[in-house]
Each structure stands twice: as structure tokens, then as C-alpha cells.
């Protein structure tokens, strides 16, 4: 899984082709933590057609805003570098993370 930082989230996100996976989380978010071996698990099932990327909000405050990412956990599925898809809050488990991610294949 790819760690991203403000200063990589353009060349691994939006500017990449493909389908590009991104959980948005925090240091403070338990909900968050509970949901990364889920995540860790899709990865290993799609990692051949996504690309699977985190980062932390606490240090990229801006850029969540900046891609309206408004509560937590939340997890966003990019397309050439366009969010198409979003799950979040309470819709952020498993099942739906693998939904959104067979919608966009």
C-alpha cells in the first residue's frame, strides 16, 4: 500500500491512469484503524487493478478538504485521476468498499 503525503498525492492519484483506491484516516480515528485489515485484505484480492493508497488527515488537513472528504473513515476510488466512487462513515465497511471497487472495474 502506498503512503501518501500532500506532497504525492497529484502523482500517485491524479495524475495516474487507472484505478487508484485511497483511505482517508487519522491518527485519532479508531473506526478508521478497525477498518485497515479490511482494506489490507482487498488489496491482496485487487491489487492487479488497483492501486491501493492511505493517508493520514492529520497531516494533510487541506488536501481532505480539498477533495471533500468532510467525515472519517472514509474511502474514495479514483479513475485517471477523477473520484468516481465514495464510501464513508457508517458505509465504510468491507462489503461496500468491495461494491464500489467491482463497480468501477
Same mark, same amino acid.
Given at each position: 500500500? !502506498?503512503?501518501?503525503?500532500?506532497?504525492?498525492?497529484?502523482? &500517485? =492519484?491524479? %495524475?495516474? &491512469?487507472?484505478? =487508484?483506491?485511497?483511505?482517508?484516516?487519522?491518527?485519532? $480515528?479508531?473506526?478508521?484503524?478497525?477498518?485497515?485489515?479490511? /482494506?489490507?485484505?482487498?488489496? %491482496?484480492?485487487?491489487?492487479?487493478? !488497483?492501486?491501493?493508497?492511505? /493517508?493520514?488527515?492529520?497531516?494533510?488537513?487541506?488536501?481532505? /478538504?480539498?477533495?471533500? =472528504?468532510?467525515?472519517?473513515?472514509? =474511502? $474514495?476510488?479514483?479513475?485517471?485521476?477523477?473520484?468516481?466512487?465514495? !464510501?464513508?462513515?457508517?458505509?465504510?465497511? %468491507?462489503?461496500?468498499?468491495?461494491?464500489? /471497487? +467491482? +463497480?468501477?472495474?
Amino acid at each position: 500500500m !502506498v503512503e501518501l503525503n500532500k506532497e504525492n498525492f497529484e502523482a &500517485e =492519484v491524479l %495524475k495516474t &491512469e487507472g484505478l =487508484v483506491l485511497v483511505d482517508f484516516w487519522s491518527d485519532g $480515528c479508531e473506526p478508521c484503524k478497525a477498518l485497515m485489515p479490511d /482494506i489490507l485484505a482487498l488489496e %491482496k484480492q485487487y491489487s492487479k487493478k !488497483v492501486k491501493f493508497t492511505k /493517508i493520514n488527515t492529520t497531516k494533510a488537513r487541506r488536501l481532505a /478538504i480539498k477533495e471533500r =472528504v468532510l467525515g472519517l473513515p472514509t =474511502v $474514495c476510488i479514483y479513475s485517471d485521476g477523477v473520484k468516481v466512487g465514495e !464510501v464513508t462513515k457508517d458505509d465504510a465497511k %468491507k462489503d461496500k468498499i468491495e461494491e464500489m /471497487i +467491482k +463497480k468501477h472495474l
